[in-house]
């Protein structure tokens, strides 16, 4: 509608519940849905009471760990695939923003522009959305090597800021929302949503980082990170806040608390649960959570600052341990409150990162105009643990510390 940028009005209007798919329309012109635009080209009227029946909803997409390369070199295309599904025109499903929580390559050394070129090109699968409606962030594997530009791979291929447009495809002139911040840490707005987006520092060498022989699977953020997290929340004490990160906090969703990504054997010796291990080094306690700040191991600064804080924030979006959707560990699953806020697992899209473990799946959020509450919807996208869609097993609706506002 002529605004700067190309943003549209925010929110589209959608019948509740959700998701009967109203596509076919071009991004550009999402102010009207099909069934009022064909109200409007057949001359007829949209029935009375539509207006109470239908309020205006926001859609997000949360997934992560896509883990490319694995998945390529069995011929399977994690995000392309995924972005396909939802984009048909019968079964797929409508929304309006991509979260994607990083993990974007499958390599255990320092990812290369093969695999960067392949992200992008898989990113292209996109018809009915732009590559700007994918918001990302950097996961452990998408790291630099010890001796390489600090998180150059993810800054060339991925590149939220878009500062590198012909390597990534992102024009940070055609987000619908525009990020404000750096590749490493950035916000935006939709309504009073307000996200908080974080990359993961597991870049630059041991003990935090890439080793020689691969990388270490425990998350890790800077001071500066932290400090900014921080500043904006208690800016912004007005606005549904979301944070995103590659990594859950400790203790929150399955398997993110000590000593459960890795078993420690009484011998001493290391085997695999969720995350796998490098003999030389890593930080085996903590390798399912966000452990470094400032490589501080075991830092637990968020933590400590929402159990001071309950409330201060609304959600946690992340990934990193992939498992099915019904898993349980130590009482923990997917999707579990804690300090007055959501803490989402929204992962994986690999099938074949962690393949014993991995059911491709990701998540739906539908926030709707004037309601404190959100359903969380999974989808998944192969036909391993039930049939391929919607999960309805899965599904939860979450608490809001507001109402949402469009
Ligand atoms: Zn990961």
């Known amino acids: 509608m002529g605004r700067p940028n190309g943003q549209h009005s925010l929110c589209v209007y959608s019948p509740i519940p959700p998701p009967p798919y109203v596509g076919g329309y071009e991004p550009e012109a999402r102010n009207m849905n099909r069934r009022e635009f064909l109200a409007m080209i057949m001359g007829a009227a949209v029935a009375p009471g539509r207006a109470e029946q239908e309020k205006r909803q926001f859609r997000l997409w949360a997934m992560g760990d896509a883990h490319v390369g694995t998945d390529l070199k ?3 295309e994690s995000l392309a695939e995924a972005i396909r599904q939802s984009e048909q025109e019968d079964a797929g499903f409508a929304w309006d923003l991509a979260l994607n929580v990083g993990d974007f390559s499958g390599n255990q050394s320092a990812p290369d522009d093969d695999e960067g070129r392949e992200v992008a090109r898989q990113y292209e699968a996109t018809r009915k959305h732009r590559r700007e409606d994918f918001y990302d962030l950097a996961g452990n594997h998408d790291a630099s090597g010890p001796g390489e530009p600090t998180q150059g791979w993810f800054r060339k291929w991925i590149d939220p800021t878009g500062e590198n447009t012909q390597f990534s495809g992102v024009d940070p002139k055609r987000r619908r929302y525009p990020v404000e911040g750096t590749w490493e840490r950035y916000s935006f707005r ?11 520092r597991n870049d630059g060498g041991p003990p935090v980082g ?14 500066e990170t932290f400090a900014w997290w921080k500043r904006m929340v208690e800016a ?14 400790r203790e929150t969703t399955v398997g993110s608390g000590d000593w459960e990504g890795l078993i420690k054997n009484p011998d001493g010796t290391l085997t695999s649960r969720y995350h796998g291990h490098q003999p030389d080094g890593g930080s085996w306690e903590g390798a399912s959570y966000l452990y470094y700040v400032d490589g501080q191991p ?5 933590e400590k600052y929402l159990e001071a804080h309950p409330g201060a924030i609304d959600l946690w979006i992340g990934g990193h341990t992939h498992t099915n959707p019904d898993d349980n560990f130590n009482g923990r699953t997917h999707i579990e409150r804690k300090w007055g806020a959501t803490f989402i697992n929204c992962c994986a899209l690999s099938r074949f990162h962690v393949m014993t473990r991995s ?8 926030f709707t105009d004037g309601s404190a509450e959100a359903r969380v919807q999974c989808y998944l996208h192969t036909a391993q643990h039930a049939p ?6 899965a599904e939860r609706t979450i608490k809001l510390g507001k109402a949402f506002r469009c």
């Open 210 to 223: 890439r080793g020689k022989r691969g990388g270490y699977p425990s998350g890790a953020v800077t001071g």
């Open 74 to 76: 069995r011929k399977r």
């Open 388 to 393: 391929q869609g919607w999960y309805p097993k």
């Open 298 to 302: 075991k830092a637990m600064a968020f």
């Open 359 to 366: 059911r491709p799946m990701s998540r739906l959020l539908t």
């Open 190 to 200: 939709v309504g009073n949503l307000l996200f908080l987006v974080m990359s993961d």
């Open 236 to 249: 912004n004490r007005d606005a549904i806040i979301i944070c995103a990160h590659h990594h859950m906090l």
